[in-house]
């Protein structure tokens, strides 16, 4: 069963767009993440969020700006998107166990 | 920083085979080491996990975990074509930081 919630599915924009994902997570988790996954699979962790407080930011460029309104609730937002964006965002939630939302596809042409 | 790599990159075994897969990192004062599932156009799916030195059992799924190798294994008993998917290892690295390797792509034929 799905618990975490991203939208949109698919995504496609020019470049120097401006885009936002949301996720939504009804597990009542204090942790929520946003990782990159590339074509061959590799998954990065973006940001990390403990009860609404950024804790990680990985060396992502600038470009990238997480926003959280509460726990269950972690959009993220690129400013003028590039062609290296291309990529599967995934958004997850944990308390131990990480569970992750199906993921949202970008396409930047 | 901490590395993660896996291997095989992948592996077609026939069903009811036991299939055996493998992790190293690089950093023994990690805390966690996950595994997770992922088929494709899903998010990936934590199956089992492993802090101590030893190993877990799951159902049809068995972790190693030697650290002083830096080492990890997970092996998967009478697999099934549902099992087909890709097996990522996680390392969990504290502070809500997780570092996963490019996993290993596995196909299990009927």
């Known amino acids: 069963e799905t618990a975490v919630f991203q939208t949109p599915n698919y995504h496609v924009t020019q470049v120097g767009n401006e885009v936002s994902f949301n996720c939504k997570q009804t597990?009542?988790?204090?942790?929520m993440y946003w990782y990159k996954q590339d074509s061959k699979k590799l998954l990065k962790i973006m940001f990390s969020y403990n009860n609404k407080q950024l804790i990680v930011n990985e060396t992502v460029p600038r470009r990238f700006s997480p926003q959280s309104s509460d726990k269950a609730h972690l959009n993220l937002r690129i400013k003028s998107v590039e062609p290296e964006d291309s990529a599967v965002y995934l958004c997850a939630s944990s308390q131990d166990t990480q569970y992750f939302g199906p993921g949202t596809r970008l396409l930047v042409l | 920083q901490e590395k993660v790599q896996q291997s095989p990159e992948s592996l077609i075994v026939p069903e009811g085979a036991m299939v055996s897969l493998n992790c190293s990192f690089s950093?023994?004062?990690?805390?966690s080491i996950w595994w997770y599932q992922q088929h494709p156009g899903k998010g990936p799916k934590a199956l089992i996990?492993?802090?101590?030195?030893g190993n877990k059992k799951e159902g049809r799924l068995t972790v190693y975990l030697n650290r002083a190798s830096l080492h990890v294994s997970l092996h998967i008993k009478d697999s099934q074509p549902s099992d087909s998917a890709v097996y990522l290892c996680a390392v969990h690295t504290g502070n809500y930081k997780y570092v996963f390797g490019a996993g290993t792509r596995l196909k299990v034929i009927a």
């Open positions: 597990l009542g988790h204090d942790t």
């Open positions: 996990s492993i802090f101590s030195n």
């Open positions: 950093d023994s004062a990690s805390q």
